[in-house]
């Protein structure tokens, strides 16, 4: 029989019978069938079998009630019994509500309070007014908590398995590039994936893949849009160089294929995870040389922008000493580096792209690490190999590792940055992506806009392109 009646009473409840179901959708796969249909349809089914109204149902979504994040159902589950609102309590079973012991003292605080009665699916009712239904209600709870856990260290081992011997870990998200399998490469995805590595690899921003991405129609694995962020993470991550990564690390080589061989994604890891990137785009540049050419007065950065005529100018941003006109100081520059790529004998010392920034960038760690340990042994905390050095021979240690690691780091952005000038040629330099002939000509040249005497012409001599002699060598002599 349902009940329809709002003002039914139930022995125990004093007044009007006003049940909430509360329900909270399972994260864990064993409990998949406790969609909201199957656990509301059995709140109703008890409600109708115990001559309740059927209740409103307050829903939890994605949350598990052993997790740390707040749940906006169960808080206004318990500020409606709290304020009178609800006085009955319909839930599926106790582990549905609360695993908590914290939590559960709560509750039966608030049902000392409201009069609250709880009825379960699977359990019945949950007595909490007597000594006997309390201890019950919390044998219900340490179960079901430790079934969690029990089922989280499982859950944990089984991934662990799963990623020393290189097979996925599976989960609710494809990733972007193989099939849901997570060992089958979808075509399509991974040539997204080599196009951005070769961009990132060519110098090109992340911003500019993306906006490219975006502008075609290419959707993420999850359908959605695209962002820096949700790029690069693709990017950094060893799936797509066939490695099985277990929390942040490395184990090995994977069970499914590679999208991109090892020695590319070094190279694009090493742009990607370089400490000197600005972690926010900022305005995207405009202008060639906006931001890399610098006052010849006070060698500041200088910014592009409009005049009252609507000229686009290049203008020193911090102390506002120079300008020059846009067009003027592009065409200096982009005639420059043009003229030197078409001279005969022009070579640049370029290495190739399977330069082993891995074995740089383990060296570098190992002087962090060595840095580290120094730093500690000057503050009283020396390794045994360090003990007996003396303070003056830990300064000089410390200064002689600060210099190396220098030079490593030096070595392994100069492995990077010159793989955009492949395929660079005088005839098609002009017409290459902003962002490209940027990175070329930030990497080649130094730019400076020159003084000029009071009331003198402010042309092509006023402009200074420097290269840079480790960089752009001079034409070999036929």
Known sequence: ???????????????????????????????????????????????????????????????????????????????????????????????RLTRSPKELEEIVDLANRTGLRIETVKGGRVDLSTGEGRLHARILGGLARYESEHRSDRVRRKMLQNAEAGLPHGGMRRPFGYEPDGMTVRPAEAEVIRWAVGGVIAGRPLRALVAELNDAGVATSQGARWSSSTLRGILVHGRVAGFRVHQGRILGPAAWPAIVDVARWELCRAVLTDPARRSSPGNKPNRLLSGIAVCGRCAGAMRSGGNRAGQQMYRCRSQNHLRRRGDLVDDVVTRFVVGWLARDGVTFDVPDVAVPTHDLRARADEVRLRISQVEDALVGDPTDDLRDVSVDGLKRNLARLRGKLEDLERDEKLTVLPSALHGVTAENFPGLPLDRRRSIVDYLCKVTVLPTSKGGHAGEESIDVIPHPDRFPAAVAA
Not at 23 to 33: F, H, M, P, Q
Request: no cysteine.
């Open 1 to 95: 029989m349902t009940v329809t009646d709002p003002f039914v009473t139930v022995v125990g409840v004093p007044g009007p019978v006003r049940p909430v179901g509360y329900v909270r959708i399972s994260l864990d796969r064993e409990g998949a069938g406790l969609g909201v249909a199957r656990q509301t349809a059995d709140l109703n089914d008890v409600a109708d079998r115990l001559g309740l109204p059927r209740p409103e149902v307050v829903t939890d979504n994605d949350v598990s009630a052993y997790s740390k994040k707040r749940r906006p159902g169960y808080e206004e589950v318990l500020a409606g019994i709290a304020s009178g609102r609800w006085n009955v309590l319909l839930v599926w079973h106790v582990d």
